[in-house]
């Protein structure tokens, strides 16, 4: 029997399907935008993102039966946009009296954790020791890991990608950010970076990896491998595109791909849509983001992995099954 995960996320709700033999067979996505669909000047999700909300679960969950799965074998977890949700009881009450099925709404600690696993799981060159970022639309999971002696620490940011642009949202005419949004955001978000280095005891770390997983990190890639393939950006030693090897993008070129989407904000509305049109107003904020955890911590360079907390928290599943 396949196993199905539903990934409630703020940005986007993720469904996969896993083979018994751990392997994802099927996956679907959608940009659900849950964080923004609140009402008024509350953090209280609105009865439109309820139901857009259980029309999205009964929909994967009809898609998972078509894929192998029981109804028993489908699992809900939620992370920010639940989490900050003032009225996440009732919202998970909607969900059961429509669906059937119950929201494990996870701490920021525990997603993590799931992270980190997930990482492992979807990943084989991974170090002995370095950092993983996992950025959401509305927190942001950075964890300090150790596998020689299994250890890992980690600190939930309550700030994301979508949380940081809805931040600024009035305060720019385009869902591209002008350079002195760009300013104000990474000024905002650099508190955030801070307390992640003070807290995980940034030190001796600058030759150590750094990882990123999640949606905007592989956004991140796709519009850089389009831009070096149309030679819009030389990247010039900043970027590491070797089949062999996992993606890896320097400081220098985080920088390099800022300065020209604010050349051109129109231009760069048009790649967004056409290369990430479900990250468009994440692209820029995620940016921002890995810059300054990057400053913060003392890298250099940022490396993309696969996986995430959904295949970790199938591996959880499996754990508990005794698996």
């Not at 439109?48 to 192998?68: N, P």
């Not at 995620?286 to 300054?292: D, K, M, S």
């Amino acid at each position: 029997m396949n196993t199905a995960v539903i990934d409630i996320g703020s940005n986007t709700v993720k469904f996969t399907v896993f083979s018994e033999s751990a392997e994802a067979v099927f996956s679907e996505a959608r940009p659900l935008g849950l964080i923004g669909l609140t009402e008024a000047g509350t953090s209280s999700i609105s009865k439109r993102g309820v139901e857009l909300l259980t029309e999205t679960i009964d929909k994967f969950v009809q898609s998972a039966l078509c894929h192998g799965c029981s109804r028993g074998s489908v699992y809900l977890f939620a992370t920010a946009a639940l989490r900050a949700a003032s009225n996440s009881s009732a919202v998970k009450d909607a969900v059961r009296k429509k669906t059937g099925y119950d929201i494990d709404i996870i701490s920021g600690e525990k997603e993590a954790e799931l992270s980190y696993n997930g990482m492992l799981f979807a990943n084989n060159f991974i170090a002995d020791t370095g950092f993983l970022t996992d950025l959401g639309g509305g927190s942001c999971e950075v964890m300090r890991f150790d596998r020689v002696n299994d250890r890992v620490k980690a600190i939930s940011l309550p700030c994301g990608a979508l949380s940081l642009y809805k931040k600024f949202e009035n305060e720019t005419d385009c869902k591209i950010p002008d350079k002195r949004v760009l300013s104000l955001m990474s000024g905002f978000f650099a508190g955030f970076a801070l307390s992640a280095a003070e807290e995980l005891a940034y030190d001796f770390t600058s030759d150590s990896a750094f990882y990123a997983l999640g949606g905007t990190v592989r956004a991140i890639r796709s519009v850089c491998l389009f831009l070096m393939k149309k030679q819009e950006i030389p990247f010039a030693g900043s970027v590491i595109n070797d089949p062999c090897a996992p993606f890896t993008i320097g400081l220098s070129g985080l920088s390099e791909l800022g300065v020209y989407l604010m050349q051109d904000r129109q231009r760069a509305l048009r790649i967004l849509q056409d290369i990430a049109p479900d990250r468009v107003t994440t692209f820029v904020p995620g940016i921002v983001i890995y810059t300054e955890l990057l400053k913060k911590s003392g890298h250099k360079n940022l490396t993309v992995v696969e996986g995430g907390a959904r295949e970790g928290y199938y591996m959880m599943l499996r754990k508990n099954a005794g698996k």
